[in-house]
């Protein structure tokens, strides 16, 4: 095994992959495969977005809004970013507060 990985400048931890396709399907195993994951991420519900949006317009951290939604940090900050939201300089302005000095 050593000798072919190095011969092929790989690892032998492939070479042991290549020779498990190769006893399980014959040549065929040994033919290129797509690197395509076999699944793809789910969309989150249009509900979700809307909600972390909601929260992210009154000015909430990511860490909050996951907090409050009882949802992964990560996937917050993932929607966020990919709305644009990830500056508190993308939110709009904040009414300023009529409240009486």
Same mark, same amino acid.
């Given at each position: ?8 400048? +790989?690892?032998?931890?492939? +070479? ?6 190769? &006893?399980?399907?014959? =040549?065929?195993? %040994? *033919?290129? *495969? ?13 509900? @979700? !977005? =809307?909600? !972390? +949006?909601?929260? @992210? &317009?009154? *000015?909430?951290?990511?860490?909050? !809004?996951? @907090?409050?939604?009882?949802?992964? *940090?990560?996937? +917050?900050? @993932?929607?966020?970013?990919? =709305?644009?939201?990830?500056? =508190? ?11 009486? %000095?």
């Amino acid at each position: 095994m050593a000798q072919v990985a190095r011969a092929f400048e +790989v690892s032998e931890t492939t +070479v042991r992959k290549w020779h498990k396709r190769y &006893q399980q399907e014959g =040549l065929s195993g %040994l *033919r290129d *495969r797509s690197s395509r994951p076999r699944r793809l991420r789910h969309s989150h519900p249009t509900e @979700r !977005i =809307l909600e !972390i +949006v909601a929260l @992210r &317009q009154r *000015r909430l951290t990511g860490w909050r !809004i996951a @907090r409050v939604l009882g949802m992964p *940090r990560s996937t +917050v900050a @993932r929607v966020v970013q990919r =709305l644009g939201l990830g500056r =508190l300089s993308h939110l709009k302005t904040p009414k300023p507060s009529t409240a009486p %000095l």
